[in-house]
């Protein structure tokens, strides 16, 4: 990411902060684009290049006592036959159509599948960048503040200790502790198993270990930037100016430090989106959580490729804006510097 300076006079023009923030959504259309287009031949080709026979998945156990007739009408019909240029440009029509195909291991619409599901994982994943943020900030710059000193080490400890271990195993070490041994959170699924309806309080209720668990394998890349952020930015001359003129030292960390610490930390977030997204898959799938996750992983395990193709180039969309959006709070925390390229 390159940050050219503007000339004062422009930066104080809105307009011309309209045309910058225009040009940075241009220029990251020309790479998001070829992106998606990359990501559907990848996985049109996975699904192409598949053993498995579409017309068996779709009829599952009767496959082995239908026809070889009725099968090879089945393949005529979804056009499987035809060329994979021709396959290609028909499925990509479809999805631009809003038509993404038809889930051969759960027998609906693939459009329906991530519809009934993509909320519950914007709901962990939300919750947990919430969490991961405010600890971040707080954590990393009391850390910052208290450079070498007890707190600080010990946070770094933890902070390595915690980014070697597997999410997966963040998740069953917790279900361990909370669930199983001292009893205190539920250790899996949205509601209890005698619920009859959904209530918001009960899905919290499920939802703290999910979250917890999530927030803490990816909280050490954040606590350790803010931390290293912070501490840099104590030693710049405007916050030494804050120091000597004696202001409080809560008002020259917070107010003067983190907020210079702020800016990479924008764009921290963004491009550590992909891994918070594939962390978000293995704790739906290891507390039975009904999102995109763990359907994702069922849709790999049965080869189902449409829905696979789907939720893939749905997660390859939301990383791309995530991006963006990143790009574009960069420019919008500080009117000095505009993102160009």
């Avoid at 023009?13 to 684009?33: I, T």
């Avoid at 791309?320 to 000095?336: C, F, M, V, W």
């Amino acid at each position: 990411m390159e940050h050219q300076h503007l000339d004062p006079a422009v930066t104080r023009r809105p307009g011309s902060r309209l045309a910058a923030a225009g040009v940075v959504v241009r220029r990251r259309l020309l790479v998001g684009v070829p992106v998606l287009v990359a990501t559907s031949m990848g996985m049109f080709a996975l699904g192409a290049f598949s053993p498995v026979d579409p017309a068996k998945q779709y009829a599952g156990a009767a496959a082995f006592t239908t026809s070889e007739e009725n099968l090879a009408q089945i393949r005529a019909n979804w056009g499987v036959d035809d060329p994979l240029p021709v396959q290609y440009l028909r499925w990509a029509g479809n999805l631009l159509r809003g038509d993404l195909g038809w889930s051969t291991s759960r027998h609906e619409a693939v459009g329906s599948v991530i519809a009934a599901r993509a909320g519950w994982t914007l709901l962990l994943v939300g919750a947990a960048l919430a969490v991961v943020l405010v600890a971040s900030l707080l954590l990393g710059s009391l850390a910052a503040y208290r450079r070498a000193g007890l707190f600080d080490r010990g946070l770094r400890a933890v902070a390595y200790a915690v980014q070697s271990m597997p999410v997966f195993w963040l998740g069953l070490a917790a279900i361990a502790l909370f669930a199983l041994a001292l009893g205190w959170l539920p250790a899996g699924g949205l509601t209890d198993v005698t619920a009859t309806g959904t209530s918001w309080s009960d899905v919290a209720h499920h939802l703290v270990l999910p979250v917890g668990v999530l927030a803490v394998s990816q909280a050490p890349w954040f606590v350790l930037f803010v931390r290293d952020a912070v501490a840099d930015s104590l030693r710049d001359d405007h916050v030494l100016a804050a120091r000597a003129r004696g202001l409080p030292g809560r008002t020259v960390l917070f107010g003067h430090a983190l907020r210079t610490a702020l800016l990479p930390f924008l764009t921290l977030v963004g491009t550590h989106l992909p891994e918070l997204v594939g962390g978000a898959v293995l704790v739906e799938t290891v507390f039975s959580l009904p999102g995109l996750g763990a359907v994702t992983v069922h849709a790999a395990l049965g080869s189902d490729f449409p829905l696979l193709a789907a939720t893939t180039l749905l997660t390859t969309a939301v990383v791309l804006a995530a991006n963006l959006a990143a790009d574009l709070g960069y420019a919008a925390a500080d009117p000095r510097v505009r993102i160009d390229g």
